[in-house]
């Protein structure tokens, strides 16, 4: 999960970490990405973290020759 530390329409503390509980994974599956922000994180950030998902759960790409 993904979002900005200074998020004030989805404070932490109140809505993104129950959120995140309430996900239906094993803990050791579950990442929370805080980023320096508000609601919309850098994109930069959001696009590494969701690779670096993508690359653990779906296999790293293969480059062909």
């Known amino acids: 999960m993904v979002s ?3 998020d004030f ?4 503390e109140t809505v993104i970490r129950p959120m ?3 996900f239906g994974a094993r803990d050791s599956e579950k990442h929370l990405a ?10 930069n950030d959001v696009v ?7 690359d653990r ?3 790293k790409v293969r480059r062909v020759p």
Not at 34 to 43: E, I, N, R, S, T
Not at 48 to 54: F, G, H, N
């Open 4 to 6: 900005g530390s200074d």
């Open 9 to 12: 329409t989805r404070p932490i």
């Open 20 to 22: 995140f509980e309430a």
């Open 34 to 43: 805080l980023f320096p922000g508000g609601h919309v994180p850098p994109k």
């Open 48 to 54: 590494r973290e969701s690779l670096d998902w993508l």
């Open 57 to 59: 759960f779906l296999g």
